[in-house]
């Protein structure tokens, strides 16, 4: 089981490499930056492009670099523990990837955010952004619920070990069993406690735009890191609910079928996979447009719905997307191009 393991490791490690090759290239990272420009309802102006690219090549290639440094570390984790004999460990490898890559470009939107500027004329706005202006509610709440989830989920089971129903965990090495999703539930925690001064000491650092279009992408990439920032405890209690779920279930004693033991072994099973899907679909629902394009909802209001406009009544025509080239050219008729009278903030 090893080798197949390390043979479909070397795959996915090989295909991810090619990845990395594949977009240094010139054409890769041109559509790269038009799929952002989409995602987020911005034009891409030409004096502002070459920056763009660049961080957005950079961000892509610390995504691909952290899923190859998640799945190694994964990988060596389960051969030298002999976990590779769990079908449901694939999934872990899975969620570590997704914690790497994570991580990884966390690293590097910050590097980006932090960097020193230099002493330049530049905009300002009457009110200062708070994080509400860049994530959603949905995404602010579900991070938080995941990381109370897991801290419940981790209370129950030792509660239930304690209580030793039929006497399941007689054999059970509760120890060994418990510390290591003990501990990434303590790393959760601190991740938040982190995550949550970082985002505060980004959004209390200036925005170096000389142009409201730049100072509309600086919102941007803003809201990417921030909405990094905050998914990363939940992803991490969600990784420490699998851990303990999975082990639990593999070191239970389960007596006669209809049991108590044999109903705690088949839920143990069971919730580790659910937490799977249920972080997938937060996942998936956190890259909706709406999401991703909430700042611009919050401090860019008229350029929001002249973009919501647009994508309802020509987004399949292609004409309308704010990323092509006749979108560049015509992008204030648009309404894509924020100006000095959209600069305002919506109600909170």
Known sequence: MDTVVLILAALVLAGLGIRLI??????????????????????LVPEIVPELSGRIYRRERSGVVGSMVGLVLSVAALVVT????????????????????????????????FAPVAEAPRLARSDSPGLADYVTPLHRTFSLGLLALATLSYIAVLGIIAINPDRVFDDVLVRTILWPSGLVLALATAASLVT?????????RGQPASTYMQLAWSDAFRSTTLRSLVAIPGIIAAVSSCVLFLSLS??????????IGAILG??????????????????????????????????????AVELDRRRASGAAAGNDQPGDQRGDQRGDQRGDQPNQGDRTKTPA
Request: overall charge positive; hydrophobic content about 45%.
């Open 266 to 303: 088949g839920s143990f099973t069971i919730m580790g996979p659910v937490l799977i899907v249920v972080l997938a679909s937060w996942s998936l629902t956190c890259t909706r447009n709406r999401s991703r394009t909430h700042f611009l909802r919050r401090l860019w209001p008229e350029t």
């Open 22 to 43: 594949h977009n240094a290239r010139a054409e890769p990272r041109r559509r790269m930056l038009q799929a952002y420009s989409r995602q987020v309802g911005l034009a």
């Open 196 to 204: 949550w001064a970082a985002a505060n000491a980004l959004l209390g």
């Open 82 to 113: 002999d976990g590779s004999q769990n079908p449901w460990n694939g999934l872990l490898v899975v969620v570590a990837m997704t914690v790497g890559s994570t991580v990884a470009l966390i690293g590097n939107d910050s590097r980006s955010a």
């Open 250 to 259: 593999e070191a239970i004693n389960l007596p006669v079928p209809g049991s």
